[in-house]
């Protein structure tokens, strides 16, 4: 796998999403209790739990899905997506004018992003990709300390 599929381009380490970790996990073993309990025979029988069923395998599935940089993660309208492209950069924090205006109505949710970012920034993609990876083995993610309301900027 690439580096930068696990980074977003404003600079969140995707490990530490439960989008990408602690979702399609649970789902996973929910999934499994269900098939050894015998629930998977039911899936023909009721509409309704057809498409619970279906659900269940898109969360289930979707770590391997998710990447910000093509666009199947995240919102797509991204401001900050469109710019870190643009430039050719990895990432927002390697841009001279960082942080701009974008980031900050995001970092109001995402409360670690500018010490992550600078400490990105200091130690290099790769040092600070092994350090998000330690965090995420941990437990940690985002979703656990992220503060409402936050914006994704669209311009």
């Not at 009721?46 to 993660?73: H, I, P, V, Y």
């Not at 841009?95 to 130690?123: H, N, W």
């Amino acid at each position: 796998m690439d580096k930068l599929e696990q980074v977003t381009c404003c600079g969140l380490y995707c490990g530490l999403c439960t989008t990408r970790n602690r979702t399609p996990k649970q789902a996973g073993g929910l999934r499994e209790t269900m098939r050894k309990d015998g629930w998977e025979f039911w899936s023909g029988e009721q509409t309704n739990f057809k498409e619970f069923w279906a659900f269940l395998n898109r969360l289930a599935e979707m770590e391997s899905d998710c990447n910000c940089r093509s666009g199947k993660c995240g919102p797509p309208f991204c401001a900050i997506r469109k710019c870190v492209l643009g430039k050719g950069l990895d990432a927002c924090p390697f841009c001279d004018e960082y942080p701009c205006s974008r980031v900050f109505g995001i970092a109001q949710g995402y409360v670690t992003m500018l010490a992550d970012g600078k400490r990105m920034r200091e130690k290099g993609l790769d040092v600070w990709i092994e350090e998000q990876e330690e965090r995420r083995k941990t437990g940690f993610a985002y979703a656990d300390i992220r503060n409402y309301p936050y914006s994704v900027p669209d311009k």
